[in-house]
């Protein structure tokens, strides 16, 4: 589902999206998502998407697991911040095509399509493998240990982004540690 293969236009089955859903990401003021407009015909729903100045991050080169973190982080509170316009984060797909990346003001947008998969944590952890098929294989590993460190009892999509937070502050620090620790052996 290459959205830029696509020219950024998606039909969707027209029951698949509310009209209120429509209407709110239409208007411009979703900070969550990118700008899209929607035409009917019948009952299907042509979105077109506007992506300028993002890429999604099936065309990023992930750098390394500082960035790769800093990016999931973004992700799941730019999708909590999905339910101000009375949209369920559950109801919103994210993968590498759906998520978009700013790399001038380093923010997140996410492309709305609805998403039949309401299990949030089932959720995470698709995006998280996805994620962890493009990424070094440094970041592999930080990716799978903390993929099965989510705790399941975590049912807040901001405290999941949260503990990923703290999860991306410890491996920074184990980073730096390295990256000092291997300069003294230099020397």
């Given at each position: 589902?290459?959205?830029r ?12 999206i509310?009209?209120l ?6 208007s ?11 035409s009917r ?7 077109t ?16 697991p ?7 982080e ?5 999708l ?14 994210i993968?590498?095509?759906t998520v ?10 996410i ?6 998969n309401?299990n949030?944590?089932e959720k ?28 399941k ?6 405290d999941i982004?949260?503990?990923?937070g ?22």
């Open positions: 589902m290459r959205l293969e696509r020219g950024y236009e998606l039909e969707l089955n027209g029951d698949k509310k009209l859903e429509e209407r709110i990401l239409e411009g003021i979703c900070s969550f998502s990118v700008p899209m407009w929607f015909n019948g009952d299907k729903v042509k979105a998407y506007e992506c300028s100045g993002y890429i999604s991050l099936r065309e990023l080169n992930f750098k390394g500082r960035e790769t973190f800093e990016i999931i973004k992700t799941l509170l730019t909590n911040r999905s339910i101000e316009f009375y949209i369920p984060p559950e109801n919103v797909t993968n590498l095509d978009f990346f700013n790399k001038v003001n380093r923010r997140i947008k492309a709305y399509i609805p998403d039949d309401k949030l944590h995470i952890e698709k995006f998280l493998d996805d994620i962890s098929k493009v990424s070094s294989e440094d970041t592999k590993i930080y990716l799978d240990v903390v993929r099965k460190d989510i705790p009892e975590i049912t807040s999509l901001k982004a949260i503990f990923i703290q999860q991306r502050k410890k491996i920074n620090s184990c980073q730096g540690r390295l990256r000092n620790f291997d300069s003294s052996n230099h020397q």
